[in-house]
């Protein structure tokens, strides 16, 4: 368990290291304040970064995550009261996308939830929440059920085309699963979890290992030809290609999963039986619609419209940037942002008033770029 009082925000605590800290550094990484951490935002340079993780693989520290572990009785049927999950169709070995919903549907953070072989469930949440989020499952379960915060775990995230091919030297079983699926297999003679995902969009692997071996195992990594380090800037700059929303900028407690697009992150079963926080409002929703919808948008130019830049249909405003940049992949700006549902639909022309001035923009099916997961051959 962690010292760390959760009823503190991240602005009252001093920022953390992570285990990787010196090895980031004696890498010539350039390290910016991040969910309460010291984090690399660039090595050699954040589109340089981006290029290589899309054509060959990229080694990401994601320590800053939250690593959770629930087990009790009753495990199933408490947890599906306070995520909208469906753990019945969930089987060891396999993970899933969720939400951590407040009692009005907005949205608290989206987190991923997997079946270990005894039955437990394994959690990793955002860096940004994980002390609330910690903070409101144990209010939320019962007592009898075990919230362990593996906090003397790291994880580490293998990204790209070629990323498969540089862990199969060394755990070639692992290059056998597949999206979504995940196993425990030892690597370099220490034990770890391994799942077969990401956040780029690109096929990979998240491996959650001990903290102390985590340098070990990144100087293995990064020994093969495949693989570089790669910072945050092009950890974000990969995502909002993917069309992947982060929280606390595209989603918040404010937002509901229908508005941000996430109903997948709703399992069929929940979205008609209900039970969990903010089900009426998400329930109705579904049903009849909302207001407004999350949506992508393509802008001409060169220049990018950054969170917070007004989205226009003639002269009514009728949206917000939640996430922005330019795209080094396809070589222009692009744009996540919430606008009238009238609005959203693909093709519509619209403008994005950027250092004010009016940028023509048209909406955009997400992702921006193909995700190119391993489904199996």
């Not at 290291?17 to 090895?23: C, I, N, P, T």
């Not at 945050?232 to 990969?238: F, M, N």
Request: with cysteine.
């Amino acid at each position: 368990m962690s010292d760390h009082d959760t009823d503190e925000t991240l602005e009252d605590l001093p920022l953390d290291k992570l285990a990787l800290d010196d090895w980031h550094r004696a890498r010539g990484a350039r390290m910016v304040p991040f969910a309460g951490y010291e984090m690399p935002i660039q090595y050699e340079g954040i589109v340089a970064e981006h290029n290589w993780t899309r054509q060959s693989a990229g080694l990401f520290d994601v320590s800053h995550m939250g690593q959770l572990l629930l087990s009790g009785p009753g495990l199933d049927t408490a947890v599906e009261a306070v995520l909208p999950i469906d753990l019945s169709t969930l089987k060891p070995g396999a993970q899933r996308y969720s939400l951590l919903l407040d009692e009005e549907g907005g949205v608290l953070d989206d987190l991923m939830v997997s079946r270990l072989a005894d039955g437990s469930l394994y959690l990793v949440v955002n860096g940004a929440t994980k002390w609330d989020d910690i903070g409101t499952l144990r209010e939320a379960l019962p007592d009898d059920i075990t919230l362990n915060h593996l906090d003397e775990q790291a994880l580490l995230a293998l990204q790209g085309p070629k990323a498969a091919d540089a862990l199969a030297r060394h755990v070639p079983e692992a290059a056998a699963l597949t999206f979504m699926k995940f196993g425990r297999f030892t690597l370099d003679g220490h034990p770890v979890q391994i799942a077969r995902a990401g956040y780029t969009g690109e096929d990979g692997f998240e491996i959650s290992l001990p903290a102390d071996a985590a340098a070990e195992i990144a100087d293995l990594l990064c020994a093969e030809p495949e693989v570089k380090p790669i910072g945050l800037g092009a950890r974000d700059s990969l995502r909002l290609e993917a069309g992947l929303p982060l929280y606390g900028h595209d989603m918040t407690p404010e937002t509901s999963p229908v508005e941000a697009g996430l109903i997948f992150g709703i399992n069929k079963r929940r979205r008609t039986q209900g039970g969990f926080p903010g089900a009426d409002r998400i329930i109705r929703e579904i049903a009849d619609g909302t207001q407004r919808r999350w949506a992508g948008l393509k802008i001409e130019g060169r220049l990018p419209a950054r969170e917070g830049a007004e989205v226009f249909s003639g002269s009514e405003k009728i949206g917000t940037v939640t996430s922005g940049g330019f795209s080094p992949t396809l070589g222009a700006p692009i744009a996540m942002a919430y606008v009238a549902s009238g609005h959203a639909a693909t093709g519509t022309q619209l403008e994005v008033e950027v250092r004010g001035k009016r940028l023509a923009a048209t909406v955009s099916p997400t992702p921006f770029v193909p995700h190119r997961y391993y489904r199996g051959s």
